[in-house]
């Protein structure tokens, strides 16, 4: 089996169910620590810490390209040090396995 950041994410316009919150409790540990499942498990959070403006606009500007890559894009919040992602796969109300994808992958570009 493939990591994470070797799989590429499949398009998902529903007519799936979500990962139930065993399976994406299960799925956290293949990513970096610090993301968290939300309180009612229908999304993946992480809050991305950095020096000044500039670190932090540069990792968005590299998670957006990974978006567009992957056709799957986070919610974002964005201020001076900080980034806060939030992955769910919004077709099926919930996660799905490209959400763990998406983060693996960012969590590389966030360790480079």
């Known amino acids: 089996m ?4 070797e799989r590429k994410c499949t398009p998902c ?3 799936i169910a979500p990962l139930t919150r065993t399976q994406a409790e299960s799925k956290l540990g293949e990513l970096a620590a610090g993301w968290q499942l939300a309180a009612d498990g229908t ?3 992480r809050e991305f810490r950095f020096g ?7 990792f ?12 799957h894009h986070p919610d974002l919040e964005v201020g001076y040090s900080y ?3 939030r992955y769910s796969t ?9 959400d763990f994808i998406c983060a693996a992958k960012i969590d590389r570009i ?3």
Do not use: K, Q, Y
């Not at 390209?65 to 056709?71: F, K, L, S």
């Not at 919004?90 to 490209?98: C, E, F, R, T, V």
């Open 13 to 15: 316009e529903g007519g």
């Open 52 to 58: 000044d403006f500039l670190r932090t606009m540069s």
């Open 83 to 85: 980034c806060r992602v």
């Open 43 to 45: 999304s993946l959070v």
């Open 60 to 71: 968005v500007n590299a998670l957006a390209h990974v978006a567009n890559i992957e056709d």
């Open 2 to 5: 493939s990591t994470l950041t």
């Open 110 to 112: 966030a360790l480079s």
């Open 90 to 98: 919004h077709a099926i109300g919930g996660l799905s396995d490209n």
